[in-house]
Structure formats: structure tokens, C-alpha cells
Nanobody, 122 residues
């Protein structure tokens, strides 16, 4: 059974940092791309970042330079280091897996974990 579990969310002030983790099981980790998505109240879910099975990483323009995605294949875990957070980053963050490639469109992802809330206060 494929499972993804996101954790690490919380409340932080503007300019602060958080590190999210996504633990995966039930599939060969390096055969999948793992993406982070977020959904703010009243908005559509959007792609934030992605790491492909071969280690290439991609970022949305809105987080480029502030967020860094990394992976630990031995632990089947990916991380999202989020720095210099702003209230616009407030959302529920989800990790998801896709069998082929990285996608910013959540419709192309195959598996989803439950989200973790990130709240940035001004």
C-alpha cells in the first residue's frame, strides 16, 4: 500500500523558517517523483516544488530562492526547507508522488498524503 505522510507544519512569524518532511512507503522511492503542493483557503491547490527520481529539483517562482527540497533515499523521505516565510505561504502543504516526471498540476500526481498546516503570522 502506497503511503505518504507529511509532517513538520506549524505556526511561525514572518521571516521565520520551517522544515517539512514527507515519509513514503509502499513503492520504490527512486522510481517516483515527489512533489510538494499547497492549498490556501479559497484557492486552488498549487505546485510548490518537486524532486524527480533522478534527483532533479524544480520550484515554483513564488518560492524560488527561499525553499529548498532535498531527499534521503535511504529513509524514503523528502524534506522541504522553507526560509523567509511570509503570510502568503500560509496553506496546507501536501506531498504527492507521480510515476513519471515532475508536475506543477496536481491532477497528474498519483498518490497523496494528508496535509500539514503551515501558518505564517504577520
Amino acid at each position: 500500500e502506497v503511503q505518504l505522510q507529511a509532517s513538520g507544519g506549524g505556526l511561525v512569524q514572518t521571516g521565520g523558517s520551517l522544515r517539512l518532511s514527507c515519509s513514503a512507503s509502499g513503492f520504490t522511492f527512486t522510481d517516483y517523483s515527489i512533489g510538494w503542493f499547497r492549498q490556501a483557503p479559497g484557492k486552488e491547490r498549487e505546485g510548490v516544488s518537486c524532486v524527480s527520481g533522478i534527483g532533479d529539483t524544480y520550484y515554483a517562482d513564488s518560492v524560488e530562492g527561499r525553499f529548498t527540497m532535498s531527499s534521503d533515499n535511504a529513509k524514503n523521505t523528502v524534506y522541504l526547507q522553507m526560509n523567509n516565510l511570509t503570510p502568503e505561504d500560509t496553506a496546507v502543504y501536501y506531498c504527492a508522488a507521480a510515476g513519471v516526471g515532475c508536475y506543477s498540476d496536481p491532477a497528474f500526481m498519483d498518490y497523496w498524503g494528508k496535509g500539514t498546516q503551515v501558518t505564517v503570522s504577520s
